[in-house]
């Protein structure tokens, strides 16, 4: 896959995007937002992909959506913008998508990182809703992806202020899974991504599926989707086979069937 804006390459059973407008922060223009999708849709349909990983630079994940581009835009244009049907795509990728984040995540960037599922946050990393200064408030998912995560006050704050977190502040909050090392950021991403990529298939897509249900359902809905999803993969291969090896003493052999 060759693009303009981003590198996208494999590592294994990982699916690896850099976003790379490193000049303009990564700003997301539509360029880049177009070849996101493509390339995340690309990896979800790829057996062989069984994670993949979003990352930016050392010096940013992302600043944002591009201010340049959007300046002068029309609300019209905004309402066709890659933003929206980028945003809704990423809800439905199958496979697990980790963000490794260093240094900037703001406003799109920010709502970029909380789309994924999971977030390996290096220790300069700063996320925050800047859009406030720009004289609107975010538009992919920061009002409601925030709120959920940290709470009404902070969100408040972050939206209403410009209140940055710092990485420590994320993980006290719960919006990522482990700061590490700046200069180790990428690669715990990928070796939590490696880890994941090695696990049953199928049994690690229903579990994201489930886990985002909680997010969006009643608990009497959710748990009877869980039962569903956990019933369901007693018809699958992978289901005989892991409980096959384990009764053997051997390690499982996933065929993602
Ligand atoms: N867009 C375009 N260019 C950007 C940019 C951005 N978001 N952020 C940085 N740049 C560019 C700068 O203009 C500068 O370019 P040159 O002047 O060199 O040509 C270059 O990147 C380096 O930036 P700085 O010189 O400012 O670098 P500093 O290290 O001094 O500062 C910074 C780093 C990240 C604190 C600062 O650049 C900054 O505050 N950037 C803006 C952050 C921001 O406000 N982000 C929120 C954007 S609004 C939608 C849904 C969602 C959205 C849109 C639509 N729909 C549903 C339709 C999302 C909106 C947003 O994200």
New binding site residues.
Partial sequence: MNFETILVETRGRVGLIRLNRP???N?LNQTLLTELMAALETFDADNQIGAMVIMGNEK?FA??????E?ATASAVD?LN?E??PTFDRIRVIKKPIIAAVSG?A????S?LALSCDMIIAAENAKFGQ??I??G?I???GGTQRLAKAVGKALAMEMVLNNRTLNAEEALHYGIVNRVVPTERCFDEALQLATEIAARAPLAVQLGKEAINQAFETSLSEGLANERRAFTLLFASHDQKEGMAAFIEKRPPEWKGQ
């Fill in positions: 000049k303009a922060l700003a940013v600043a944002g959506a591009d201010i340049k959007m905004m913008s933003f929206i900037w703001l406003g799109g960037g709502e800047p859009e200064n720009i609107v975010p538009g992919a």
